[in-house]
């Protein structure tokens, strides 16, 4: 599956954006998959930022984020968000999200080590 990540952009510190993640080419597959997003910002290794599982029902967020990024799924439409809020110019990084299939539709996972697909980035920047 491939994925396309979208939704980046400059912003201000204490703004919001919203992140969304898709697989046009291959409709209705996402929904068999949990969704990782991650970052990297220059310099610096890759980190999870939030994860859902494939049924919508478990997630993780990374301690930084925790309280100010929201990642939902909408099966319907194949696609999964990440709403980030209260923006800072700590969150600068390429975004990528990434989808894989775990032991049940109830797992989610947090390390990009266990992500077998990946898309492109899209970059956020927060201006101080």
């Known amino acids: 599956v491939q994925l396309q990540a979208s939704g980046g952009g400059l912003v201000q510190a204490g703004g919001s954006l919203r992140l969304t993640c898709a697989a046009p080419r291959f409709p209705l597959e996402l929904d068999y998959y949990a969704i990782g997003w991650f970052r990297q910002a220059p310099g610096k290794e890759r980190e999870g930022v939030s994860a859902?599982?494939?049924?919508?029902?478990?997630?993780y967020y990374a301690d930084s984020v925790k309280g100010r990024f929201t990642i939902s799924r909408d099966n319907v439409k194949d696609t999964v968000y990440l709403q980030m809020n209260s923006l800072k110019p700590e969150d600068t990084a390429v975004y990528y999200c990434a989808a894989d299939i775990f032991g049940g539709d109830d797992v989610v996972e947090a390390s990009p080590a266990e992500y077998g697909f990946w898309g492109r980035g899209t970059l956020v920047t927060v201006s101080s």
């Open positions: 859902i599982s494939a049924n919508g029902g478990h997630t």
